[in-house]
């Protein structure tokens, strides 16, 4: 004959508390928030290392620029010149000086400002204002310089 009561006392071993299973997704969760803190570093880390070579693209299409047509665009002008061309210039190649018909924003979507003669000796400067998008800052949101970026 089959002892039901052993049988009952198995099944009620068998499964898990709600206590047991809150524990396991207590401590899922604090998993995944430790990773996503680490792999969201990461994705900033990687907008500043974007930002610094798009950087220095724009300031090596500014010096070809400056080769070709004997001046540096105007602020007017600013980095627009570099995919249309100017009324004044000569010597401006077909398709512009960047692979693209528009001017790249950097890593946060925020234009780039362009400066000529920012300070005595440097005949121009291209500045990401990093990601809060405001001159000055610290961290994350220190401006870029593309004389930093060479």
Known sequence: MVDTKKIAA???KAGFTIIEIMAVIV???LLAGMV???VFGKVEDAKVQTTKASLKTLDSAIQQFKMDTSRFP???????ALVEAPTDVTGYPEGGYLNSKTVPQD????DFVYLLNPEPGIPFEI???????????????ADLKSNDAN
């Open 10 to 12: 198995r099944s009620v």
């Open 27 to 29: 401590i899922i969760g």
């Open 36 to 38: 996503s803190i680490k």
């Open 74 to 80: 105007t602020e007017e002008e600013g980095l627009q």
């Open 107 to 110: 890593a946060w979507k925020h």
């Open 127 to 141: 500045v990401s204002y990093g990601s809060d998008g405001e001159q000055g800052g610290e961290g994350r949101n």
